[in-house]
């Protein structure tokens, strides 16, 4: 299952930009223009990052 950037940054409360930035150093096989499909994974780091 997958979550969209949006809807992540709203669970963690922070800024959309904020994430995305965060998302842009740990994914890096992201492309630029593309909409964010986070897998489980990576929205694991990123509860972990914004402490949720």
């Known amino acids: ?3 969209t950037a ?3 940054a709203r ?3 922070v800024d ?3 994430l995305r930035a965060f998302l842009r150093r740990v994914a890096t096989d ?3 223009g593309e ?3 986070i897998d489980p994974n990576l ?3 990123a ?3 914004f402490g949720r």
């Open 30 to 32: 992201h492309r630029l």
């Open 1 to 3: 299952m997958t979550i």
């Open 6 to 8: 949006p809807d992540l």
């Open 47 to 49: 509860r972990e990052r």
């Open 11 to 13: 669970e963690l409360h």
């Open 35 to 37: 909409r964010w499909a």
């Open 43 to 45: 929205a694991a780091l």
């Open 16 to 18: 959309p930009k904020r």
